[in-house]
């Protein structure tokens, strides 16, 4: 028999209108949503399949407080109600891109519209303002179709944008290490650098593409340019959740170039707004289980998002040994994660991403090294951060988590949190 584990509020997959929902509990500690709109029916969704223990994962969790959040999402704009501070502030730069990806929660490529860059440069301005000089992530589409890119990594860091990240699919990175060399000096900190796979084959279905070894030359590339490089999988059932063991063994061996990786399990928005018929939703419970079983991790050293819902997502730090095995760091940063605030959680996720040894010599034992200085260094220079965000979609969004998200979505003067403001209804 179901049992309610707690009310919430989500919307209507087709109309987003908000409604009531409810999490129940299923079968093998599985947990699901389930929600019914007076005009376009019940709808029901996997949010847990039982691989890993709920209600430790989610311990602290606030519910909803009855009455609360009915203006949302459709009302969003930091309202109020919002519990979390902007930690990361995505600004789309373009919506041109060289690929048409199968999934794209931005619809790149789909327009040739972009800003310019006096508008592009007033909402860097508002934005460093408004938030405090967070995290700023340039998108797009894809953002280094724009040739003045540089400038505006320059001038972001100028506004009092602290760290400035860039999302991109790399193939000009790979192409023009000029223009990289051009990013780098203007104060670019961090790539966010999609990478799917180790075979060209998911390259193809999911990019229309082999893309490998131009994904591959553009982390060379970075690398030599001491840009820190977190490699960012779709992760979609029967494409390549089945590399992904290979997927972290191959980031362990390209450290500290790459500083880690940022699984996205496939959420149904954008360019590919519905599940496919049959298809199986892959919860962060099935993730967290396949990288421990293919990659040989603990699961327990799997930890739940800083500031944001722990349903969200989780961020985990590990050693990397002679042998190429992860050793969790749990026990050091532990402690870190209790719920904090969002500027907090800017800078502790920042100094991971980022490229902040101090080249070549550092990295390099001494005899007069003590072991904890030792420890230190292989901290600095050795450390793999494996980290996940699961982004909801109309089917599954829960309000209770987008009240406390921290990653924000510039949007025509308005800030939004991300997985409102790229929500797409599925058809009747």
Same mark, same amino acid.
């Given at each position: 028999?179901?049992?309610?584990?707690?009310?919430?509020?989500?919307?209507?997959?087709?109309?987003?209108?908000?409604?009531?929902?409810?999490?129940?509990?299923?079968?093998?500690?599985?947990?699901?949503?389930?929600?019914?709109?007076?005009?376009?029916?019940?709808?029901?969704?996997?949010?847990?399949?039982?691989?890993?223990?709920?209600?430790?994962?989610?311990?602290?969790?606030?519910?909803?407080?009855?009455?609360?959040?009915?203006?949302?999402?459709?009302?969003?704009?930091?309202?109020?109600?919002?519990?979390?501070?902007?930690?990361?502030?995505?600004?789309?730069?373009?919506?041109?891109?060289?690929?048409?990806?199968?999934?794209?929660?931005?619809?790149?490529?789909?327009?040739?519209?972009?800003?310019?860059?006096?508008?592009?440069?007033?909402?860097?301005?508002?934005?460093?303002?408004?938030?405090?000089?967070?995290?700023?992530?340039?998108?797009?589409?894809?953002?280094?179709?724009?040739?003045?890119?540089?400038?505006?990594?320059?001038?972001?860091?100028?506004?009092?944008?602290?760290?400035?990240?860039?999302?991109?699919?790399?193939?000009?990175?790979?192409?023009?290490?000029?223009?990289?060399?051009?990013?780098?000096?203007?104060?670019?900190?961090?790539?966010?650098?999609?990478?799917?796979?180790?075979?060209?084959?998911?390259?193809?279905?999911?990019?229309?593409?082999?893309?490998?070894?131009?994904?591959?030359?553009?982390?060379?590339?970075?690398?030599?340019?001491?840009?820190?490089?977190?490699?960012?999988?779709?992760?979609?059932?029967?494409?390549?959740?089945?590399?992904?063991?290979?997927?972290?063994?191959?980031?362990?061996?390209?450290?500290?170039?790459?500083?880690?990786?940022?699984?996205?399990?496939?959420?149904?928005?954008?360019?590919?707004?519905?599940?496919?018929?049959?298809?199986?939703?892959?919860?962060?419970?099935?993730?967290?289980?396949?990288?421990?079983?293919?990659?040989?991790?603990?699961?327990?050293?799997?930890?739940?998002?800083?500031?944001?819902?722990?349903?969200?997502?989780?961020?985990?730090? &590990?050693?990397?040994?002679?042998?190429?095995?992860?050793?969790?760091?749990?026990?050091?940063?532990? !402690?870190?994660?209790?719920?904090?605030?969002?500027?907090?959680?800017?800078?502790?996720? !920042?100094?991971?991403?980022?490229?902040?040894?101090?080249?070549?010599?550092?990295?390099?034992?001494?005899?007069?090294?003590?072991?904890?200085?030792?420890?230190?260094?292989?901290?600095?220079?050795?450390?793999?951060?494996?980290? !996940?965000?699961?982004?909801?979609?109309?089917?599954?969004?829960?309000?209770?988590?987008?009240?406390?998200?921290?990653?924000?979505? &510039?949007?025509?003067?308005?800030?939004?949190?991300?997985?409102?403001?790229?929500?797409?209804?599925?058809?009747?």
């Amino acid at each position: 028999m179901e049992k309610i584990l707690r009310a919430t509020r989500s919307v209507c997959p087709v109309c987003l209108k908000n409604i009531p929902a409810v999490l129940v509990s299923g079968s093998g500690g599985s947990v699901i949503m389930e929600k019914s709109c007076p005009e376009h029916g019940s709808f029901s969704a996997a949010v847990w399949q039982g691989l890993m223990d709920f209600d430790r994962w989610t311990q602290g969790s606030e519910a909803l407080p009855d009455g609360g959040a009915l203006g949302c999402p459709q009302g969003c704009g930091l309202c109020g109600e919002h519990e979390t501070e902007t930690c990361c502030a995505l600004l789309e730069v373009t919506s041109r891109c060289d690929l048409h990806c199968r999934f794209c929660f931005a619809r790149g490529g789909e327009s040739s519209a972009q800003p310019s860059e006096d508008e592009l440069k007033a909402a860097i301005r508002d934005i460093s303002e408004r938030c405090g000089g967070p995290l700023l992530q340039l998108s797009g589409g894809e953002p280094t179709m724009r040739d003045d890119l540089p400038g505006l990594v320059r001038y972001a860091k100028e506004a009092g944008c602290r760290y400035v990240q860039l999302n991109t699919n790399g193939l000009r990175l790979a192409k023009d290490p000029d223009y990289a060399a051009r990013l780098a000096e203007a104060g670019l900190d961090i790539v966010f650098l999609q990478f799917d796979g180790t075979d060209n084959s998911i390259y193809e279905y999911l990019r229309g593409a082999p893309l490998l070894e131009t994904k591959l030359e553009a982390i060379r590339v970075c690398g030599g340019l001491r840009i820190g490089v977190t490699l960012v999988p779709t992760v979609v059932p029967g494409v390549n959740d089945g590399d992904l063991g290979r997927l972290v063994s191959l980031a362990a061996s390209l450290s500290p170039a790459v500083r880690g990786v940022h699984f996205q399990p496939v959420s149904y928005f954008g360019r590919y707004p519905e599940m496919p018929d049959g298809g199986e939703r892959y919860t962060l419970d099935r993730l967290m289980r396949d990288i421990s079983d293919q990659a040989g991790i603990d699961p327990d050293s799997f930890m739940p998002s800083r500031c944001d819902h722990p349903l969200c997502g989780f961020h985990s730090d &590990y050693l990397i040994e002679p042998t190429g095995e992860l050793s969790p760091l749990s026990s050091i940063t532990r !402690a870190l994660f209790g719920r904090s605030r969002a500027k907090e959680n800017r800078e502790y996720v !920042a100094k991971h991403w980022r490229r902040a040894d101090g080249g070549a010599e550092s990295e390099k034992s001494s005899s007069s090294e003590t072991d904890f200085d030792v420890f230190l260094r292989r901290i600095k220079t050795e450390r793999l951060t494996l980290s !996940a965000m699961a982004f909801q979609d109309a089917m599954n969004l829960n309000i209770e988590r987008l009240r406390r998200c921290s990653m924000h979505v &510039y949007d025509g003067g308005r800030i939004k949190p991300f997985c409102s403001r790229y929500l797409s209804p599925v058809a009747p």
